[in-house]
């Protein structure tokens, strides 16, 4: 198949002086920055600099590599009419404002990942996972969110599992649809335990976390039957709304109606699973897009204060660039070596499986442009990247020993903190039980010992940074606490896209069985795969809140290895379909990636099923808590004979699943490479699912502000700043129907 011709209506702008010299100043900040955090030899450095290795990279990437991928590569044509656009039906199908879409792909992707991942990896020194970070999301997050949006959308938005049956074939298909699908829900689940563990008790968090939801439903109306395309008007709207239920969360916290807002875990399990289902089945305008656009506000809004505190307050990095962990691999934090447990640890911050289910779910049926694709896609992607890298700052800004001395396990560091210093000390990072209790009574905690999972830490971190700029020591724990409640709304709203996305998944699933079902708007198919969905995480998060060894928990430990080998599938997809497609010189974009995550994620699934190491292994910590039960005694974190069983069983069961997802990954790839071979050698064989151009009506600006070409556009359209429908009914740039690329 010849390779699609480039659009008629996406040129290449050529650089001026102006932009070249301010560009070379880009690259020279960049440039500095990487050269302070790699040279540096003991000393502590400014964590300003790590930001500026951050931005200047993020902006060069996005500048150049991103446009090159989208208009040489992909060439998205603004002339070719979007899923949006052709079937809109106000449920599932809804052109989206740029802006608001954004928003909603920015929310639904950003979870615990780049929160709490860079956190766990700094036990190995902020250098090693800040090049990851960086330099996986400018090369592989960033390309498979965009590449795998830009083909979704070409495929009347598509789930990820259902694109690799039909373009790699049944076989790889099935794999890959049994084994996205099963990932999907362990995701969740996790997800969602991390939410229920941060607002369990605290009125504040939920009274607030609740407030969004009438909140977004006031903006949905609002943009859709009171004011529609008044973007910036509800933005102004909601975000005050916004400030007043958080401001209102203390207050609540300190009256009388704080009980009533205070719930135990079991409860909040309930109530996420109801939102959960209504967020799946009702119109995506309504909840889901105004309530991920709401909490945008608050997410990118808190991290970029972060960020000029870090540039205000100036703090070091403490945490040295790496540490004796990187190179044993016996780390008390999470045991493994740097390769390939960094990447495996810090997810969502370079490269998320997780990202392709929302690029192939709800994001591609409410973009209104291909030529937005690259700002959604890629864009979103840096933002969250730019959250891991505030995430390692946190970390690394605190002391050594109290960062040690949180995240790892009572059976290490004890319930004191003098066994606590002790334990510290022998990893090579002292510090005392006095500055362990004072840390604890700066932020009014009882303890901040063996807080592990990465959210205490990234909160005490921020609560640095915040109390060094506004307030002072008397404000930290406020700060502290705000930024418990802020990591759960941070999460939250990958919980409730997610659903939607599982329930477009599984409804394209059946959809092979019973045709209705490819029909997603379909009603009786949304309520049926809906309570599926939620059905299946919901169950393993209500026996994990209730039995520590079981549920989610039971499969908590195949988090990361199932979110990368997610990944696989998608740069599997994406890299056949650049080849089909006849872009087979630039398939290197994501087969480059794809290899590289392949190999980290199969050897880290090798050293999780066959490695002689029980904190490693599966198998070999079944042997171990086995031998014990045989002996009769019971060994840590199990605390009766009956716990002692449950490891058994958990540790069988992640090994075996470990061993199931790595043969389907390795089944897909294979299968893959197979369908590429066959379209290089007879192109003329070559069956593409692509759905046929359609001429666009509407006409919108790609970027988050208009061009001024884009803006002369709109006037001589005779639609608003947001976009619209052409009144004159012409195509794009009066280009005739079918000129645009096939």
């Given at each position: ?662 043969l389907l990954i390795i089944v897909v790839i294979a299968d893959a490479a197979r369908v590429c071979v066959k379209a290089v050698r007879d192109p003329a064989s070559v069956k593409l699912s692509e759905v046929p151009f359609t001429e666009s009506k509407l006409v919108a600006p790609a970027g988050l502000f208009p061009t001024a070409e884009e803006k002369a556009e709109l006037v001589a359209a005779g639609v608003g700043p947001e976009g619209g429908i052409r009144k004159d009914g012409r195509a794009e740039d009066g280009v005739p129907a079918g000129t645009g690329s096939p």
């Amino acid at each position: 198949m010849p390779e699609p011709s480039a659009p008629p209506n996406t040129p290449l702008r050529r650089l001026t002086p102006k932009s070249i010299a301010i560009w070379s100043l880009v690259a020279l900040v960049a440039a500095a920055g990487w050269g302070v955090l790699a040279l540096s030899r003991g000393e502590e450095i400014s964590a300003a600099w790590m930001l500026a290795a951050a931005l200047g990279s993020y902006a060069i990437a996005y500048r150049f590599y991103s446009r090159f991928i989208a208009n040489r590569v992909l060439k998205v044509d603004k002339a070719r009419a979007t899923p949006a656009e052709r079937l809109d039906n106000g449920i599932d199908f809804h052109p989206t404002d740029r802006r608001v879409l954004f928003g909603h792909h920015f929310a639904a992707v950003a979870g615990a990942g780049p929160l709490v991942g860079p956190v766990l990896a700094a036990q190995m020194g902020y250098l090693p996972g800040t090049i990851w970070i960086i330099v996986g999301v400018i090369f592989a997050g960033a390309v498979q969110d965009m590449v795998t949006l830009f083909f979704s959308t070409r495929r009347n938005g598509r789930s990820l599992g259902q694109m690799a049956r039909d373009e790699i074939g049944p076989f790889g298909g099935a794999a890959a649809l049994v084994a996205v699908f099963a990932i999907m829900i362990i995701l969740l689940a996790v997800l969602a335990l991390v939410i229920v563990n941060a607002l369990a008790h605290s009125p504040w968090g939920v009274f607030s976390i609740a407030m969004t939801i009438p909140i977004a439903l006031f903006m949905g109306v609002y943009l859709r039957v009171l004011r529609p395309g008044k973007v910036t008007e509800v933005s102004v709207i909601g975000v005050a709304l916004l400030l007043l239920a958080i401001v209102a969360g203390g207050w609540i916290a300190e009256s009388s109606l704080a009980d009533t807002f205070t719930l135990e875990p079991g409860t909040l399990v309930i109530w996420m699973i109801v939102y959960g289902f209504l967020a799946s089945v009702l119109p995506v305008w309504m909840l889901l897009a105004p309530r991920d656009y709401l909490s945008t506000f608050m997410k990118v809004g808190t991290i970029a204060l972060l960020a000029i505190g870090v540039f205000v307050a100036l703090p070091t990095l403490k945490m040295p660039a790496v540490t004796e962990f990187a190179g044993r691999g016996d780390g008390p934090v999470f045991a493994g070596s740097m390769f390939p447990f960094v990447f495996i640890t810090i997810a969502c911050g370079a490269l998320s499986g997780f990202h392709a289910l929302v690029s192939s779910g709800t994001t591609p049926k409410m973009v209104q442009k291909e030529t937005q694709i690259r700002m959604i896609g890629y864009g979103a992607m840096l933002t969250e990247s730019f959250v891991a890298v505030m995430a390692m700052i946190t970390a690394c800004i605190i002391d050594p020993g109290l960062y040690f001395a949180i995240n790892s396990p009572a059976g290490v560091v004890g319930t004191t903190v003098q066994s606590a210093s002790e334990a510290v000390t022998n990893f090579g990072f002292a510090i005392s039980p006095d500055l362990l209790a004072k840390a604890a009574s700066d932020v009014e905690e009882a303890s901040l010992l063996s807080r592990t999972g990465g959210a205490p830490t990234f909160a005490l971190g921020m609560s640095d940074i915040f109390s060094a700029v506004i307030g002072g020591a008397g404000m930290k724990a406020f700060w502290y606490h705000f930024a418990i409640m802020f990591e759960a709304l941070f999460i939250l709203t990958t919980v409730d896209a997610g659903t939607r996305v599982g329930r477009f998944m599984l409804q394209d699933m059946l959809g092979n069985v019973y045709k209705p079902f490819r029909q997603v708007s379909w009603k009786p198919g949304v309520w049926i795969a809906s309570a599926v969905v939620v059905g299946g995480w919901g169950y393993f998060l209500w026996v994990g809140v209730h039995d520590p060894l079981g549920g989610i928990n039971q499969l908590f430990p195949l988090f990361g290895i199932a979110n990368q080998l997610l990944a696989a599938v998608a740069l599997a997809v994406c890299t056949t379909l650049l080849v089909k497609s006849g872009r087979l010189k630039w398939a290197w974009i994501t087969a480059v990636p794809l290899a590289w995550d392949a190999a980290v994620t199969l050897t880290a699934s090798w050293q999780k099923i066959f490695s002689a190491d029980p904190r490693v292994g599966f198998f070999s910590q079944r042997d171990k808590y086995q031998a014990g039960i045989d002996s009769g005694e019971v060994l840590p974190p199990a605390k009766t004979m009956d716990d002692m069983h449950t490891v058994v069983t958990n540790s069988t069961v992640d090994g075996v699943l470990c061993a199931l997802f790595a043969l389907l990954i390795i089944v897909v790839i294979a299968d893959a490479a197979r369908v590429c071979v066959k379209a290089v050698r007879d192109p003329a064989s070559v069956k593409l699912s692509e759905v046929p151009f359609t001429e666009s009506k509407l006409v919108a600006p790609a970027g988050l502000f208009p061009t001024a070409e884009e803006k002369a556009e709109l006037v001589a359209a005779g639609v608003g700043p947001e976009g619209g429908i052409r009144k004159d009914g012409r195509a794009e740039d009066g280009v005739p129907a079918g000129t645009g690329s096939p």
